[in-house]
């Protein structure tokens, strides 16, 4: 299984960046996609960005040319470099892993724990 830790949240103001982070540890074949999603009180949790094995990414609308992504395959992390803030950005942001514990078989999904974004207008 794979275990996910996100770190680098905080509180910061309009306009301002926050780096997050996420390491994978566990016992797995690799992981295939890693992501970022996002969840504010009383909104569905939604996705943010996602990037595959080969560093491939894809981005919501909401974040695109303020966000980037980055992953380091041989660490098992990723980054996710957050520019000009905006208070709508304020959420909890959850890591996400599909990985393969036996090639053999289909992926498995695995969530963090989240950390706190707020950002302040």
């Known amino acids: 299984q794979v275990q996910l830790v996100e770190s680098g949240g905080g509180l910061v103001q309009a306009g301002e960046s926050l780096r997050l982070s996420c390491k994978a540890s566990g016992t797995f074949f690799n992981i295939r996609t890693m992501a970022w999603y996002r969840q504010s009180p009383g909104k569905q949790r939604e996705l943010v960005a996602t990037i595959t094995s080969d560093g491939s990414t894809n981005f919501a609308d909401s974040v695109k040319g303020r966000f980037t992504l980055s992953r380091d395959n041989a660490k098992n992390t990723m980054s996710l470099q957050m520019n000009s803030l905006k208070p709508e950005d304020t959420a909890v942001y959850y890591c996400?892993?599909?990985?393969?514990?036996?090639?053999?078989?289909?992926?498995?999904?695995?969530w963090g724990q989240g950390t706190q974004v707020t950002v302040s207008s």
């Open positions: 996400t892993a599909r990985y393969y514990s036996d090639p053999r078989r289909p992926p498995d999904d695995s």
